[in-house]
């Protein structure tokens, strides 16, 4: 499955049906046609590009229904977590899947995700998305509450993307491995400061909280300029570390 861009809009290319997909609208290709990465397509009259899928595409062709959790911010998540390759992560609040597809990406065919939501129709709708670009062997979605014991222990990262993430510090301190790192997506400084103050009582240990801010610029000739619209604040996210119970004493 590709991915096909003209300006912002985006749809799909699938070379195994012979179909390309604009929000809906499918579109029989010749086939004995063979269309790869780098290639156009000429669609009434628009010239899409053919892309190689990554994770930040996926908000732009899958059926979301909920806020999003943008690649800057899912990339900083990624980097500070050291999520990676073989890793085991668990998160809560899968809404369109949009982090879910960041997280898949990274630990790759022998790391493994459990995905946690209430809402078994939004699982339902990420899972089919998911689906176009993964196998989803090693994806394990969980319809329920992260507060509720799925008996999960020894990951290495869980991240919480939740309207409460203090509920659920309980349980995170019993799934992450100790050294594991737990990272808070919230929306607001208020949730930001009940989430930190609540972690830390509950035992860990905070390392950061950040908000990142991304500005797109607008290049012409002669005119290159930032651009004057667009989302600005996405959200404050908080990383913590699961504490261990060990305390070595050096002195001079």
Request: glycine fraction near 10%; proline fraction near 3%; aromatic fraction near 8%.
């Given at each position: 499955m590709k991915v096909i861009q003209c300006g912002d809009k985006f749809g799909t290319?699938?070379?195994?049906?012979?179909?390309?997909?604009?929000?809906?609208k499918i579109f029989h290709?010749?086939?004995n046609s063979v269309i790869d990465?780098?290639?156009?397509?000429?669609?009434?009259?628009?010239?899409?590009?053919v892309l190689d899928f990554n994770p930040s595409l996926f908000p732009a062709i899958s059926d979301r229904k909920a806020q999003i959790i943008q690649a800057h911010d899912a990339a900083y998540i990624l980097a500070k977590s050291g999520i990676r390759a073989g890793s085991k992560v668990v998160e809560s609040g899968v809404?369109?899947?949009a982090l879910t597809a960041h997280l898949l990406w990274a630990i790759g065919n022998t790391g493994n995700l459990t995905s946690i939501d209430f809402d078994a129709e939004r699982l339902k709708v990420a899972g089919d998305g998911l689906s176009r670009f993964?196998?989803?062997?090693?994806w394990h979605p969980v319809n329920g509450r992260m507060e509720d014991d799925h008996g999960?222990?020894?990951?290495?990262?869980?991240?919480?993307?939740?309207?409460?993430?203090?509920?659920?510090?309980?349980?995170a301190r019993k799934y992450l491995r100790s050294g594991g790192i737990l990272v808070a997506y919230c929306p607001n400084f208020n949730q930001s400061e009940r989430?930190?103050?609540d972690a830390v009582n509950v035992g860990f240990t905070i390392l950061e909280t950040v908000e990142l801010e991304l500005r797109k610029i607008i290049v012409r000739a002669g005119s290159t300029r930032p651009d004057s619209s667009g989302l600005i604040h996405t959200g404050f996210i908080s990383v913590a570390i699961n504490k261990g119970i060990s305390v070595t004493e050096?002195?001079?």
């Amino acid at each position: 499955m590709k991915v096909i861009q003209c300006g912002d809009k985006f749809g799909t290319l699938d070379n195994d049906n012979f179909t390309v997909n604009i929000r809906g609208k499918i579109f029989h290709l010749d086939r004995n046609s063979v269309i790869d990465s780098g290639d156009i397509l000429r669609i009434n009259r628009e010239m899409w590009q053919v892309l190689d899928f990554n994770p930040s595409l996926f908000p732009a062709i899958s059926d979301r229904k909920a806020q999003i959790i943008q690649a800057h911010d899912a990339a900083y998540i990624l980097a500070k977590s050291g999520i990676r390759a073989g890793s085991k992560v668990v998160e809560s609040g899968v809404g369109s899947g949009a982090l879910t597809a960041h997280l898949l990406w990274a630990i790759g065919n022998t790391g493994n995700l459990t995905s946690i939501d209430f809402d078994a129709e939004r699982l339902k709708v990420a899972g089919d998305g998911l689906s176009r670009f993964f196998d989803l062997a090693n994806w394990h979605p969980v319809n329920g509450r992260m507060e509720d014991d799925h008996g999960i222990r020894g990951y290495d990262a869980c991240v919480l993307d939740v309207p409460n993430p203090w509920d659920s510090l309980s349980a995170a301190r019993k799934y992450l491995r100790s050294g594991g790192i737990l990272v808070a997506y919230c929306p607001n400084f208020n949730q930001s400061e009940r989430f930190v103050t609540d972690a830390v009582n509950v035992g860990f240990t905070i390392l950061e909280t950040v908000e990142l801010e991304l500005r797109k610029i607008i290049v012409r000739a002669g005119s290159t300029r930032p651009d004057s619209s667009g989302l600005i604040h996405t959200g404050f996210i908080s990383v913590a570390i699961n504490k261990g119970i060990s305390v070595t004493e050096i002195e001079q």
